[in-house]
């Protein structure tokens, strides 16, 4: 929670084994000056992998006085193991092998 509604909170979590990201910007809350988001899971389109994730999150004002405020922690995504989950994002992959002869 800020003391001010007046700003805009950047959000970044990053998978500390390889390095996805995830960024989202959030801008003045409607009301009161909490800011808050459902993350869904996804990077890039695709489930998040499992493991552990810092997460860091600035707060600038809008009007661009004072210094941001910077708050960093860590997170761990932990999804239940399914067979064939090579990605080790909590879905069973599918393998396939293409087999191409040129004439």
Not at 10 to 32: C, E, N, Q, W, Y
């Amino acid at each position: 929670m800020l003391s001010r509604a007046d700003a805009y909170l950047d959000v970044m979590l990053t998978h500390m084994a390889i390095g996805k990201k995830f960024t989202k910007r959030l801008t003045a809350p409607a009301s009161g000056a909490l800011f808050s988001f459902d993350w869904d899971g996804v990077i890039a389109g695709v489930d998040a992998p499992n493991g552990t994730y810092a997460v860091a999150a600035e707060a600038t004002l809008v009007d661009g006085s004072g210094h941001p405020d910077y708050h960093g922690w860590g997170m761990t995504v932990t999804r239940t193991i399914n067979p064939h989950d090579y990605t080790n994002n909590g879905s069973t992959d599918i393998l396939a092998r293409l087999r191409c002869s040129v004439a």
